[in-house]
Nanobody, 121 residues
Framework: QVQLVESGGGLVPAGGSLRVSCAAS????????MGWFRQAPGKDREFVAG????????YYVDSVKGRFTISRDNAKNMVYLQMNSLKPEDTAVYYC??????????????WGPGTQITVSS
């Protein structure tokens, strides 16, 4: 089992930047694909970005392409989401997740508790 804890959320003005981090513990971190999901009030959870075990491949939902960057450091058991040019519609609780395939939201098995990101207009 993998335990995940997010950090770095907060309030940011539109157009600003923020980096959220996720610390993993438990099973070997490099055995898992990692991803970021988000859930806005009244909406379904959305798969935002994924990264393969070796960081050689990534996935982004269209709405964040060119603005968000997912990365990982297997030596530190960390995964990051750098968010630039933030928009009010990016406001949500952001969740870190670990799974079997970086591109498939249905194959994520472990979840962090989430961190709130609010983008003010």
């Amino acid at each position: 089992q993998v335990q995940l804890v997010e950090s770095g959320g907060g309030l940011v003005p539109a157009g600003g930047s923020l980096r959220v981090s996720c610390a993993a513990s438990g099973h070997t971190f490099s055995n898992y694909a990692m991803g970021w999901f988000r859930q806005a009030p009244g909406k379904d959870r959305e798969f935002v970005a994924g990264i393969s075990r070796s960081a050689s491949s990534t996935y982004y939902v269209d709405s964040v392409k060119g603005r968000f960057t997912i990365s990982r450091d297997n030596a530190k058991n960390m995964v990051y989401l750098q968010m630039n040019s933030l928009k009010p519609e990016d406001t949500a609780v952001y969740y870190c997740a670990a799974g079997l395939a970086y591109y498939s939201p249905r194959l994520y098995q472990y979840w962090g508790p989430g961190t709130q990101i609010t983008v003010s207009s």
